[in-house]
């Protein structure tokens, strides 16, 4: 990625990476990293020898894609996933609800016996193709690979345009032919609402089409602090073809349950509900905050301490039950210019923040203001100071 051309202006990328870079840096980075993500139900298994399989089958398009109708199914019914490669297979599967399998026909032995442990125990298997139909190496078991047995000597119960085997406590859901999004996402749906699977948006409705539907095309980061949850939603453009970056376009994004939503990067209040509509441009997120209550205000005061040179600042979401909240501490010199090693984001646990910051000595003397805002609604509040002139610069020294 280049950010700067040859003669060092900067280029169309990074100007359009400036404002999130801004956003990131004005408190919303400070959220991401200390609220935790909302673990993923569904992994989707990466399978470099079923692609190499695939490819000396000439099959590489098939194989390319039901991985990405997979990725758009998913999405399209509300839920995010984790890549896991064949190796971690073992290591990481317990970590999961639901396991993709997109045509990933050669596995070797120890990947089929931990696929069928997984259905066995509980866990939720989708595939397309018959997965197993090869060994690691690409070579051709001839019906004796260990999933291909159960998917073909298994009664099946047909739902739509799958088989659904019943095996141990578990299920696999084998797909006739490469899925299809638009066709398979209540399918999927299903099977995981029955399952009680939960999802880290009911679903996000794309508005371009005559009749709305749900959007596979729409990247879902989910995160929660408390009682607090945090959405990072961004436009994907993998395989769009022609489309253009700068085409904003309108979804509606429904949650399961009312909060009170804000979008972050805007700083606004968007009402008590579970829908809103908006536009979302092609890679360029929107992050919205679910909360229990909405923020009223914020009180503030600071003192300025002459015997230890610091200022001394405080600052308190109104709200009696508040969550921990990030703040954006701003200083301005008398001049009203931002200091930067002054300024910084930071924590609030239940909401309260108090905090101290050193002066230097040859700061300017005068009125100095401390804006203190609440990075989540946005609210702020403005307190002055006054900077003595200090007493060693008076003595010249």
Known sequence: MCLF??????????LAVKETTRDLTRGVGKIILGAEPVKRPVAMLYSQASFYTACAEKQDGRYLASEL???????GAGYEFYFVAVEELEKQIHNYQVLILPYSIALSADSQEVIKRFAESGGIVFCDGTPGRFDSHGKYLNGKGALETVLTNASKEEIGTAARIKYGSGEIILMDKAPAWMRDWKLFRKVL?????????????????????????????????GRCYFYGIIGNGYNRGSRVPSQDEPVRICWKNKAHIYDVRQQKYLGFTNIITTQIRLNKAKFYAAMPYEV???KTSCRFNSSDWKLHYQAKISNSKAEDHVFRVEVYDPEQQLIAHYTGNHWGEKGKLKREIPFAFNDKPGKWTIKIIDVISGISEKR???LPKDKMRERGW
Request: aromatic share 8%; net charge positive.
């Open 5 to 14: 051309s040859y003669n060092l202006t900067r280029t169309e990328r990074s």
């Open 193 to 225: 609402d029955q399952r009680k699977v939960e999802r880290e948006v009911d679903s996000i409705l794309d508005l371009t089409l005559k009749e709305p539907a749900p959007s596979g095309k729409h990247e879902i980061y989910a995160f929660q602090k």
């Open 296 to 298: 009223k205000g914020i």
């Open 69 to 75: 109708q997979w990725r758009n199914l998913i999405r």
């Open 384 to 386: 002055a100071f006054i």
